[in-house]
């Protein structure tokens, strides 16, 4: 079965600070990593992808197989990065399963 | 607003009744998605379409629960008798298609419900 695990229920960092969300996965295929992010009164919404390799608002995430891994990183925090942060698996169960698996999600403030 | 809406935002009911939400995708995408969400948890996958074909359930939908998208457009969720455990945010969301991951999902804003 496949899981994702997010220790962190809340992260509080200052402004400038660097932030790491931790995301681990467990899954027996070749799964496909997504980090979602959900701002105070608004839907939920892609932050990125790991398939795409890119950078958004200053943030990147590596998929790191060994360690089943999907952290979520920036070099300084700003304020408007506090949000609830989702990572997410798409796996494939052999069905064409196509339904995400999220973690509990990390609620991250950053304090001026 | 293009983007995917729900309805009604809220809902409160009492144990025993029957419920119906409806979700109206993007207009050109033709695969829609429906989680769960609790407090203090991520979203929960529930269910699948493609186009009006239901793919893929999960073990969560219990057989109270029944999912429809007769036209291959706007999809339902109907919960019937509902029990106090059944209250949570329904989300529903869609995305192009395609098999390649590159097409995100997008999501509505949800449908609270409260089982009193």
């Known amino acids: 079965a496949q899981r994702v695990t997010q220790p962190e229920k809340l992260l509080s960092v200052f402004k400038g600070a660097p932030v790491e969300l931790k995301c681990n996965y467990s899954?027996?295929?070749?799964?496909?990593l997504f980090w979602y992010v959900q701002y105070s009164r608004q839907r939920l919404q892609l932050l990125l992808r790991h398939i795409s390799r890119e950078s958004i608002k200053g943030f990147t995430a590596d998929l790191n197989k060994g360690e089943t891994s999907f952290h979520l990183k920036k070099p300084f925090a700003q304020e408007e990065d506090s949000a609830m942060y989702y990572c997410a698996l798409r796996g494939y169960s052999g069905g064409g399963a196509d339904g995400l698996t999220f973690g509990k999600g990390t609620h991250l403030i950053i304090q001026p | 607003d293009t983007g995917v809406s729900q309805n009604p935002r809220h809902k409160i009911t009492k144990r025993g009744q029957n419920v119906t939400f409806r979700c109206d995708p993007i207009?050109?995408?033709?695969?829609l998605y429906w989680y769960r969400q609790t407090l203090g948890q991520g979203p929960e996958f529930l269910t699948y379409f493609q186009n009006e074909a239901q793919l893929e359930k999960s073990r969560l939908l219990s057989d109270r629960f029944s999912a429809e998208r007769p036209k291959g457009s706007f999809s339902t969720l109907e919960i019937q008798r509902t029990e106090q455990g059944d209250s949570a945010m329904y989300l529903c969301?869609?995305?192009?298609?395609?098999?390649?991951?590159?097409?995100?999902?997008?999501f509505g804003p949800g449908t609270r419900l409260t089982v009193l």
């Open positions: 207009s050109e995408h033709n695969r």
């Open positions: 969301a869609s995305r192009r298609p395609g098999t390649s991951s590159i097409y995100e999902q997008f």
């Open positions: 899954y027996s295929g070749s799964p496909e």
